[in-house]
């Protein structure tokens, strides 16, 4: 199975030892997304609802840069700081799946090591 690094054109690279995508034959894994501009690298503040968004966005971006669409997400991590606000992830997370065709999915409590950053969202996807 070949490997390989999807190089995104715009986006800024990672200070920390990693890569957004990873390409293996025909999976797609991203390394989790977070309310973060892409192209700067900054974190973006923001309550739960504007940081879900903001991951989902990402995630899209970044599949669209490499051909694929959110109906190509088999899996999808969701790593939340605090459960209560689950209602809320699940409001805007069902807004960018067609219904019926979502993805498995596990939804864990785990605190980011980056400060104010409420959620994090990872995937991989089949093309």
Do not use: W
Not at 47 to 54: F, L
Not at 76 to 94: A, G, Q
């Amino acid at each position: 199975m070949k490997r390989e690094i999807m190089i995104i054109p715009g986006i800024a690279k990672p200070d920390l030892p990693f890569n957004h995508v990873v390409r293996a034959d025909r999976f797609l894994f991203l390394t989790s997304q977070l309310s973060v501009d892409l192209k700067t690298g900054i974190i973006q503040s923001g309550n739960i609802v504007e940081q879900t968004q903001r991951s989902l966005d990402n995630i899209k971006f970044l599949l669209s840069s490499c051909g694929a669409t959110m109906d190509d997400i088999v899996k999808v991590v969701i790593y939340m700081r605090n459960l209560k606000d689950f209602d809320k992830v699940n409001e805007i997370y069902s807004q960018y799946f067609t219904k019926g065709n979502e993805p498995a999915r596990v939804t864990m409590q785990a605190i980011s090591p980056i400060e104010n950053i409420d959620i994090e969202i990872e995937i991989v996807a089949f093309k």
